[in-house]
C-alpha cells in the first residue's frame, strides 16, 4: 500500500510518517513544501497522478494561535481553502482509493453545548477570532460529503481535538496555546526572568492530545471507519489554561509569577470532544498530559540546541 501524507514535516504529518513507518507493506511518500507547491493545482495533480497512492492523508494546513488568526483571517481561508480542494481534485481524477481529510475542533459552535457531539456541526456562531480557518475546515467536511455523494468515494473526514507533541511550531507569533506556553516559560527560566505575562485569565477550559495518539487514531479509522459523518478526535479530558500553564512552568523549574493580561481574548470559553464515537471502534488515547508535555519539552530543548525546531 502506498501512502501519501501531506504536511509531513508538521507536527501531525511527523507522527503519522512514524505511524505508518511501522506497518508492514506500506511505502510512504512524504510531501512538504520543498517536494511540491500544493497551493499550485497543475503541479499537485502532476505529482499525485505520477505517485499513484493507495492513500492520502491531507495534514497540510496553514495554521496558528488566537494572534494568526485573527490577524491574518485572508490566508487562513483561502490557504486552507486552496490546499485541500487541490488535494481532493487530484486524488480524484487520479482515483485515489481511500482520503482521509484532518480537520480541527474549531469547526464547532463557540457556545456549543459540551462535551461536543459531531452533530453540532453548523448549530451556532463560531468562535471570532478562527472563523476563517474554521470555515475553511468545514468546507473540507462538506467536500468529502459531496465526493462520496456524487462519485462514490470511501473518504473520510476526522476532527481532532488540540494538539501537541514534537515538531510542533514554537513560534510565539503563529504558535497554538501549549506550544506558545513551553517556549515562553523555556526563555524565561534561560534568562532568570521573575515573571511570565499571559494572554486572558486562564479560566478557559481546553482537551489536548498528544500527537502519537491522533496517528494511531488515523490508522485506526483508515482502517474500520467508512461513513460520511465525520468523527471526532479527542482524549475526552478537559484542562484549563490555568492549570497548563502552572504543570508547564513546574516541569521547566520555572519559580516566578505568571501574568494574566485579562484585555486580551480567552477565546471560546470551553472545548471539549464528545468522543464515544472513535472509542467504539476500539480506540483510546495512552499519552496523559503531564508525560506528553514532559516529552514535548525534551523534544524542544534537544530541537532548540540543535537549531531544528520551529521558533
Same mark, same amino acid.
Request: aromatic content about 8%; hydrophobic content about 40%.
Given at each position: 500500500?502506498?501512502?501519501?501524507?501531506?504536511?509531513?514535516s508538521g507536527?501531525?504529518?511527523?507522527?503519522l510518517?512514524?505511524a505508518?513507518?511501522?506497518?508492514?507493506?506500506?511505502?510512504?511518500?512524504?510531501?512538504n513544501?520543498?517536494v511540491?507547491?500544493?497551493?499550485d493545482l497543475?503541479?499537485?495533480k502532476?505529482?499525485?497522478?505520477?505517485n499513484?497512492p493507495?492513500?492520502?492523508?491531507?495534514?497540510?494546513?496553514?495554521?496558528g494561535?488566537?494572534g494568526?488568526?485573527n490577524?491574518?483571517?485572508?490566508?487562513?481561508l483561502?490557504?486552507?481553502?486552496?490546499?485541500?480542494?487541490?488535494?481532493? %481534485?487530484s486524488?480524484?481524477v !487520479?482515483?485515489v +482509493?481511500k482520503f *482521509? @481529510?484532518?480537520?480541527?475542533?474549531? #469547526?464547532?459552535p463557540?457556545n456549543?453545548?459540551q462535551p461536543i457531539?459531531?452533530s453540532?456541526?453548523?448549530t451556532g456562531q463560531?468562535?471570532?477570532?478562527?472563523?476563517?480557518y474554521?470555515?475553511?475546515k468545514?468546507?473540507g467536511?462538506e467536500?468529502?460529503?459531496?465526493?462520496r455523494k456524487?462519485?462514490?468515494h470511501?473518504?473520510i473526514?476526522?476532527?481532532?481535538t488540540?494538539?501537541y507533541?514534537?515538531?510542533?511550531?514554537?513560534?510565539?507569533?503563529?504558535?497554538?496555546v501549549?506550544?506558545a506556553?513551553?517556549?515562553?516559560?523555556?526563555d524565561a527560566?534561560?534568562?532568570?526572568?521573575?515573571?511570565?505575562?499571559?494572554?486572558?485569565?486562564?479560566?478557559?477550559?481546553?482537551?489536548?492530545?498528544?500527537v502519537?495518539d491522533l496517528a494511531?487514531?488515523?490508522?485506526?479509522?483508515?482502517?474500520?471507519?467508512?461513513?460520511e459523518? %465525520?468523527?471526532?478526535i479527542? !482524549?475526552?479530558? +478537559?484542562?484549563? *489554561? @490555568?492549570?497548563?500553564?502552572n504543570? #508547564?512552568?513546574?516541569?521547566?523549574?520555572f519559580?516566578?509569577?505568571i501574568?494574566w493580561?485579562?484585555?486580551k481574548?480567552?477565546?471560546?470559553p470551553?472545548?471539549v470532544?464528545?468522543?464515544r464515537?472513535?472509542?467504539?471502534?476500539?480506540?483510546?488515547?495512552?499519552?496523559d498530559?503531564e508525560?506528553?508535555?514532559?516529552?514535548t519539552?525534551s523534544?524542544?530543548?534537544?530541537?532548540?540546541?540543535?537549531?531544528?525546531?520551529?521558533?
Amino acid at each position: 500500500m502506498k501512502v501519501m501524507i501531506a504536511g509531513s514535516s508538521g507536527l501531525v504529518g511527523s507522527a503519522l510518517s512514524r505511524a505508518y513507518r511501522n506497518i508492514e507493506n506500506v511505502e510512504l511518500v512524504e510531501v512538504n513544501r520543498s517536494v511540491v507547491d500544493l497551493l499550485d493545482l497543475e503541479a499537485t495533480k502532476n505529482f499525485v497522478s505520477k505517485n499513484k497512492p493507495d492513500l492520502i492523508i491531507d495534514a497540510a494546513a496553514k495554521v496558528g494561535g488566537i494572534g494568526a488568526n485573527n490577524s491574518q483571517p485572508v490566508e487562513f481561508l483561502n490557504d486552507n481553502l486552496r490546499i485541500q480542494m487541490n488535494l481532493m %481534485h487530484s486524488a480524484h481524477v !487520479s482515483n485515489v +482509493e481511500k482520503f *482521509i @481529510f484532518l480537520g480541527s475542533s474549531c #469547526i464547532y459552535p463557540r457556545n456549543a453545548e459540551q462535551p461536543i457531539i459531531e452533530s453540532a456541526l453548523l448549530t451556532g456562531q463560531l468562535e471570532g477570532t478562527n472563523s476563517a480557518y474554521a470555515i475553511a475546515k468545514i468546507a473540507g467536511i462538506e467536500l468529502i460529503k459531496s465526493y462520496r455523494k456524487e462519485y462514490g468515494h470511501k473518504w473520510i473526514s476526522l476532527m481532532p481535538t488540540n494538539l501537541y507533541g514534537p515538531h510542533d511550531n514554537f513560534s510565539l507569533d503563529f504558535s497554538h496555546v501549549l506550544p506558545a506556553l513551553i517556549r515562553k516559560f523555556s526563555d524565561a527560566t534561560e534568562t532568570g526572568a521573575s515573571t511570565v505575562e499571559l494572554w486572558g485569565t486562564g479560566s478557559p477550559l481546553r482537551e489536548f492530545l498528544h500527537v502519537d495518539d491522533l496517528a494511531s487514531a488515523v490508522v485506526l479509522c483508515h482502517e474500520k471507519y467508512d461513513e460520511e459523518s %465525520h468523527i471526532n478526535i479527542g !482524549s475526552g479530558v +478537559e484542562t484549563s *489554561i @490555568f492549570n497548563l500553564a502552572n504543570i #508547564i512552568a513546574k516541569q521547566l523549574n520555572f519559580e516566578g509569577e505568571i501574568l494574566w493580561d485579562s484585555t486580551k481574548p480567552d477565546g471560546t470559553p470551553r472545548k471539549v470532544l464528545d468522543v464515544r464515537k472513535i472509542k467504539s471502534l476500539g480506540w483510546s488515547p495512552k499519552v496523559d498530559i503531564e508525560n506528553g508535555i514532559k516529552n514535548t519539552i525534551s523534544w524542544y530543548s534537544e530541537a532548540k540546541r540543535l537549531g531544528t525546531c520551529r521558533i
